[in-house]
C-alpha cells in the first residue's frame, strides 16, 4: 500500500471541481433571475450546496482514490476542464450534467473484483451520507426559508436526497459509470444495491424516480454504445 498523498495540482482540481458542481447545483436551482434578484440568499444556498452535494461529490471521489491505493494501485483525481464548463454551461439552462472530474486509477494488476470494488465504494459513500443526513434532519433541523424556492427547504432532508440520486446515477451500469464495472464483477451486488436505492428513493423523493431512473438508464445505455463503442473494458 502506498498511502494517501495528494500533490499541490490534485488539491487544487479537488477544490476547483467541488466549487464548481455546488456552483452548478445552484444555478440549477435558483436559476438566473434567482442569482441577480437575490444575491445574498443564492451565496447561502451556494454554501448549502457545497455542505450537501459538494461533500457527496468529493467523498464518492476520495472513497474510489482510497481502496484504489488499497490494492496497491496509484489514484488521482483529475478535473475536467470541458467537462466542468459545460456543466456551468448547462446549469443556466437548469440541467446538471455534473462532471468535473474524476478519480483516474493507474495500475496493472487490477482484477475485475477490485475494479468492482474500487467503483462501488463510491455510490456506498453516498448511500452512507443519506443516512448521515436523515439522521441529521431529525436531531438538529436546519430549514432555511429563500425566496427563489417557493417551499422551506430542509437542508439535511435536501442533502439527503441529493447524495441518493448522485448514488443512483453512478450506478446506472453504462460504461464509463461506477455501475458498468461493478455490474461486470457480481450482478447479484449491483441488483442488490440498485434495489435498496430505488426503494429509498421511492420512499424519500417519489414513486417516481424509479420510471425517471429508468429512462436515464436506457439514454446513458445508448449514448455509453455511441461514445465508446464496443471497446470498452
Ligand atoms: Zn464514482
Known amino acids: 500500500m502506498e498511502g494517501l498523498y495528494f500533490d499541490k495540482q490534485e488539491i487544487e482540481h ?33 454554501v448549502l450546496s457545497l455542505v450537501t452535494v459538494g461533500s457527496g461529490f468529493i467523498l464518492h471521489e476520495m472513497a474510489h482514490k482510497l481502496v484504489a491505493i488499497y490494492y496497491g494501485a496509484s489514484a488521482r483525481f483529475i478535473m ?28 496493472n494488476k ?6 468492482g470494488i474500487i467503483s462501488i465504494v463510491g455510490p456506498l459513500t453516498n448511500l452512507l451520507l443519506v443516512g448521515f443526513f436523515i439522521a441529521l434532519s431529525k436531531v438538529f433541523p436546519v430549514v432555511f426559508h429563500l425566496s427563489f424556492i417557493g417551499e422551506p427547504l430542509n437542508v439535511w ?9 448522485l448514488a443512483l446515477f453512478n450506478m446506472i451500469p453504462a460504461f464509463p459509470l461506477d455501475g458498468s464495472k461493478v455490474f461486470a464483477w457480481n450482478k447479484m451486488v449491483w441488483i442488490g444495491t440498485i434495489l ?11 414513486p417516481f424516480i424509479i420510471v425517471s431512473w429508468g429512462m436515464l438508464l436506457v439514454i446513458a445505455l445508448i449514448f455509453s454504445k455511441l461514445a465508446f463503442g464496443g471497446n470498452q473494458r
Open 157 to 165: 432532508a435536501f442533502g439527503a436526497k441529493i447524495n441518493l440520486i
Open 196 to 206: 435498496i436505492l430505488l426503494g429509498l428513493g421511492a420512499v424519500l423523493i417519489s
Open 80 to 107: 475536467w476542464t470541458k467537462g466542468l464548463l459545460l456543466m456551468l454551461i448547462t446549469s443556466v439552462f437548469g440541467v446538471l450534467f455534473a462532471a468535473p472530474g474524476a478519480v483516474y486509477i493507474y495500475s
Open 14 to 46: 479537488i477544490i476547483i471541481s467541488v466549487i464548481a458542481i455546488s456552483l452548478g447545483f445552484a444555478i440549477v436551482f435558483a436559476g438566473i433571475n434567482g442569482l441577480l434578484s437575490s444575491p445574498k440568499e443564492f451565496l447561502v444556498f451556494m
Open 110 to 115: 487490477i482484477t475485475k473484483a477490485e475494479n
